[in-house]
């Protein structure tokens, strides 16, 4: 694999990054145009129904005269369909690009194709550089449009012996500020962030993302019987973002309105087996609305219904160097199927640890 091929892809990565919590339902993707060995323009995809990332790429480097025998890398295929926008595919080969290298094949069949049009009109057609980080970058959109469910991280700050809060009942954080950076910069990369009614009713949490440039995901709370009063932090502040509930269809229909009259969007769902709210067809709903990324930041008995259900991904666990004892609350409660996080990662925030994996059963 040549240097300057993974140099570029490198580039147009760091530009996918960017859109990161903006695209959905679509991926996020980065574009570089080199010409005689020099970036000549940039882009990265912005938003969905907004130009992809190679147009806005090829609209940087100055148009088809710019781009004319030029090298294109973009981290995923270009599109060969018509949808919100014209098909990518013949928008690369009408500027003159004589040569497309791709970090990733597009796992959504009604838009792949484009390597293979680019390479039946005479375009050299590099795939693969890269694959694994373009993947990883793309993980909730690859899940999305395979099987219509979004992308699960369960989230938590806990102690050395896994206690989520001091003593149970209350809230409060455990962990530094460091941790909590890194936690609204997770706000501010996935769609929805979600919790049970316990943690909003103990916390009072406002749920939003409190960087400079960051944006609020979606609210989410499980409310089986409508527990959250208006008064809500959730529902009294300034924010883009919607609050939804989603309660079990026996909810109080005067709490319902009180809630809505606050902004509040109320689902009303099945319960399963044990009375319980329906965990995948909750997720089923947010994956119709376009959304293809869940944080879930419990309490306990989420994180565990997460588990139990099998319907987790990811898990990031912020760790303070700490010991709670029995009387803090466990990071989950009821059974739970063992498992392993595979590619697990741990970095250092400040005085706490961040560790990283997905979810693996052990058969």
């Not at 996918?16 to 080199?34: F, S």
């Not at 090298?71 to 919100?84: A, D, K, M």
């Not at 970058?137 to 896994?162: E, Q, Y």
Request: charged share 20%; hydrophobic share 40%; aromatic share 4%.
């Amino acid at each position: 694999m040549s240097g300057p091929d993974l140099h570029f892809m490198r580039q147009a990565l760091e530009l996918a990054k960017k859109g990161l919590g903006r695209t959905a339902p679509n991926p996020c993707v980065g574009a570089v145009i080199v010409r005689d060995g020099q970036l000549v323009g940039s882009g990265w995809h912005k938003k969905a129904g907004t130009p992809h990332a190679e147009i806005n790429a090829i609209a940087d480097a100055g148009g088809a005269v710019a781009c004319a025998g030029a090298t294109l890398y973009v981290t995923l295929e270009p599109c060969n369909h018509t949808g919100r926008t014209p098909p990518c595919s013949r928008t690369v080969l009408a500027a003159g690009i004589v040569r497309v290298v791709v970090g990733m094949a597009d796992p959504n069949p009604v838009a792949a194709g484009g390597a293979e049009f680019l390479r039946s009109q005479g375009v050299m057609v590099k795939m693969g550089i890269l694959e694994e980080e373009c993947r990883q970058l793309n993980r909730p959109f690859i899940k999305h449009s395979s099987t219509g469910l979004p992308w699960v991280v369960l989230k938590a700050g806990m102690s050395l012996d896994g206690r989520i809060s001091r003593m149970r009942g209350q809230g409060g954080a455990i962990t530094g500020p460091e941790s909590q950076r890194r936690t609204h910069e997770l706000r501010d990369q996935l769609d929805a962030i979600l919790i049970g009614s316990g943690t909003a009713l103990i916390d009072d949490p406002s749920l939003t993302c409190r960087l400079e440039q960051g944006r609020d995901p979606l609210r989410i709370i499980l409310d089986s019987q409508l527990r959250l009063p208006p008064e809500a932090k959730l529902l009294r502040q300034q924010s883009d973002a919607q609050t939804w509930i989603f309660c079990r269809t026996d909810a109080c229909a005067e709490k319902q309105r009180k809630l809505e009259a606050a902004g509040a969007v109320v689902h009303r769902i099945a319960a399963d087996e044990n009375g319980r709210l329906d965990l995948k067809q909750i997720l089923q709903q947010i994956g119709q609305a376009g959304l293809t990324s869940v944080l879930v930041e419990g309490g306990a008995a989420v994180h565990g219904a997460f588990l139990r259900a099998s319907l987790a991904d990811e898990v990031c666990l912020f760790v303070a160097p700490c010991f709670i004892g029995e009387n803090g609350t466990p990071l989950l409660t009821g059974n739970a199927p063992e498992v392993l996080l595979a590619e697990l990662t741990a970095e250092k925030l400040g005085q706490d640890i961040l560790l990283r994996g997905l979810l693996r059963k052990i058969n």
